[in-house]
């Protein structure tokens, strides 16, 4: 039971850079609180000059170690744990609310405080030109690591107290226009294991990442002196020089993006610009960024902290901060060979390294997830749901026959491919399941030849002639699936158009003050910020609505399919954050990384992966029929098995 709200925002300073995670910030010896800005309920707001004054209000500590005082800032990650660092007790994120994960959430808001003023047209909206002008001159260091003091420039204090105290003024306007949408139950439990995992991070391998940086800078030096003596360029790296090279070879291309060196790299016969674009690739691989991000943001136990961002995606699902968990490179290698490799590089065996494998950037880029470990007295349980989109589509839409698939535990690429080819199961070929897989990936959601281009239609084997015959195949393999997107899109169109509840099955959608709502089987609701009926170029009926892009709303269009996309990705999500809240209260199970499909527990040794995938197959009470399970492995660091 809340007995009071205490409204709070923080201006700070530290040598660590906030890009670096506020983990990181937070340890720096030369991190402190500098203005603290508070609203208690609806008083006015007070700002106290902690740099001057040298502690923190008593009166603003013991709200803060208050239980019966809810909490309130936005991205109130930053307060609680900045605030746990200086009163060196660690404030319980129950008791907190965050207004940014909230107002992306309830009415997808933009994340920031200024953007999400805007986008509701608050009365406070933050003072975004004075913060541009006084966060760097008061909290990042001079070139000699010195920092100003309030004390010495009073105009400037005065003006940095203003904007900190609207800060929370706006927060409080926030929260009171986001309260009654506000769930303090099911999502807040989903809050507070999030809180959790990126309390407690995962635990870094360092040796490995600075031999894999050691390494990776040797190759690079190499491959470009290579790229030099090839080209005659001075920076091979620069667009414009290596574009003009190879006009001068007989190749002309506008860009030299990823994809368009590898389509240049099928029609080349000159052996010196195939030796060129292939060093180009080399020296463009950014995935080995992300070691160097890994030691930027580590903390001094070793752990890596504050990875996700809760409600980060419009469905509700997270997405990574600090460190790009969600695009890590695909497993290539068996894990034998994933093994002798990280053994190679942790001794810094760049001969042998470069001997056995073809490309050192891709062995250091398939190393990456490895870098994630236990504890010596423990290991790494990962698992992963088993076709889950294609399981909550399935159950959605009612498509029984893919459903008693599911629940039997057989191949599901094998029995579409029955069904796409007309043949018995057991005359399936390889090649066939193949195609059957590119399809059930690529055709949920209403897409075409183009999906299944996207998806590596050609590259599984497919002929580009075949692919409309495949989506038409496909489509009438899953007939319910078909008729689900379009009652999808018949009914969110009269919600809109109407304002009356309207229902697919087990989802309901309403329109409500500029809001279209759809509620999912877990009781959320997706939501669809001012839509509008509209008519694409051809004519078809869409519906037009803001969401959050970059920090502002934007307007996008949708229609059935991406609809049931965008339904089918929020329900998995919700299946995902249900087992991570049950996880959270599970003492031997500790949540390290997620995605959107994966657990990455730290267990004992005695722990199964068994265990948790059991644990993950249950699912809710409001799950009643969907054939959920999981798969998954232990080991003593992060890979796909």
């Given amino acids: 039971m809340v007995n009071d709200t205490l409204y709070i ?37 007070q700002v106290y000059n902690v740099d001057q004054d040298g502690a923190i209000p008593p009166w603003v500590v013991q709200r803060l170690l208050d239980p019966l005082t809810l909490k309130v800032a936005h991205n109130a990650n930053f307060e609680r744990v900045a605030l746990s660092k200086v009163l060196q007790h660690d404030l319980p994120v129950e008791e907190w609310c965050c207004t940014a994960a909230e107002g992306s959430a309830k009415v997808t808001l933009p994340r920031s405080l200024d953007g999400a003023a805007k986008s509701l047209n608050l009365h406070f909206q933050k003072l975004a030109g004075e913060g541009d002008d006084l966060i760097p001159f008061f909290c990042v260091p001079d070139k000699d690591g010195t920092f100003r003091a309030l004390a010495d420039y009073p105009d400037e204090a005065q003006r940095f107290a203003t904007y900190n105290a609207r800060d929370v003024d706006t927060t409080w306007e926030l929260y009171k226009r986001l309260e009654s949408e506000i769930d303090m139950g099911t999502e807040h439990l989903v809050y507070i294991a999030d809180q959790h995992i990126n309390d407690r991070g995962v635990l870094v391998d360092i040796d ?9 800078q040797k ?42 060196v590898v389509k240049l790299l099928a029609t080349v016969q000159d052996p010196d610009v195939l030796e060129a674009l ?27 902290r504050g990875l996700y961002l809760m409600n980060g995606a419009h469905t509700g699902r997270w997405t990574s901060h600090t ?25 810094r065996d760049y001969d042998t390294l470069k001997q056995e494998f073809e490309s050192i950037p891709e062995v250091l880029s398939q190393l990456l997830r490895t870098v994630f470990i236990s504890p010596e007295d423990k290991h790494l349980l990962v698992a992963d749901y088993h076709s889950i989109e294609a399981c909550v589509l399935s159950w959605l839409a009612g498509e029984e026959w893919k459903l008693e698939v599911l629940r ?24 066939q399941r193949s195609k059957a897989k590119v399809a059930e990936l690529a055709l949920g959601y209403g897409g075409g030849a183009g999906a299944l ?44 158009r109407y304002g009356t509840v309207r229902t697919v099955g087990p989802l309901v959608f309403s329109y409500d003050g500029g809001l279209l709502k759809i509620r999912l089987p877990s009781g959320r609701n997706l939501i669809y910020l ?75 040794l005695s722990i199964t992966s068994e265990s948790l995938c059991n644990l993950m197959a249950q699912g809710p009470l409001w799950s009643e029929g969907l054939p959920l399970s999981a798969d998954g492995f232990a080991s003593q660091y992060y890979c796909k098995a």
């Fill in 9 to 45: 925002d923080l201006e700070t300073r530290s040598k660590v850079g906030i890009e670096h995670g506020i983990y990181r910030y937070v340890s720096d010896p030369d991190f402190k609180i500098l203005v603290l800005a508070v609203k208690l309920n609806d008083q006015p707001t």
């Fill in 208 to 216: 490995l990442v600075h031999a894999a940086l050691e390494i990776a």
């Fill in 219 to 260: 190759n690079q030096e190499e491959v470009l002196e290579r790229a030099k003596r090839i080209t005659g360029l001075e920076n091979p790296r620069s667009v414009q020089q290596f574009r003009a090279w190879l006009l001068q070879k007989g190749y002309e291309t506008k860009s030299l993006t990823k994809s368009d």
């Fill in 278 to 304: 292939r060093c180009r690739l080399q020296l463009a691989k950014s995935s080995l960024s992300k070691y160097s991000t890994i030691l930027n943001c580590v903390s001094d136990d070793g752990r890596l």
């Fill in 323 to 347: 460190v790009n968990l969600q695009n890590l490179a695909k497993p290539k290698y068996p894990l034998e060979r994933l093994d002798y490799a990280r053994k190679l590089v942790k001794k």
């Fill in 408 to 431: 039997k535990g057989k191949d599901i690429y094998v029995h579409t491919a029955s069904k796409l080819f007309g043949i018995p199961t057991e005359e399936v070929t390889k090649e």
């Fill in 453 to 496: 281009l996207a998806m590596g239609a050609l590259e599984s084997g497919l002929k580009e002639e075949e692919l409309p015959e495949l989506v038409s195949q496909w489509r009438a393999a899953c007939p319910r699936i078909k008729d689900f997107w379009w009652r999808v899109h018949r009914e969110a169109l009269n919600a809109i």
């Fill in 530 to 604: 001012q839509p509008a009926i509209t008519a694409s170029s051809s004519g078809f009926t869409e519906i037009a609505y803001q969401t959050a892009d970059k920090g502002e709303l934007k307007t996008f269009s949708t229609y059935g399919p991406k609809l049931v996309e965008n339904i089918v990705q929020g329900t998995a999500r919700d299946l995902l954050a249900d087992t991570l809240v049950r996880l959270d209260h599970e003492s031997n199970y500790q949540v390290v990384m997620h995605t959107h499909d994966e657990v990455i527990v730290e267990a004992p």
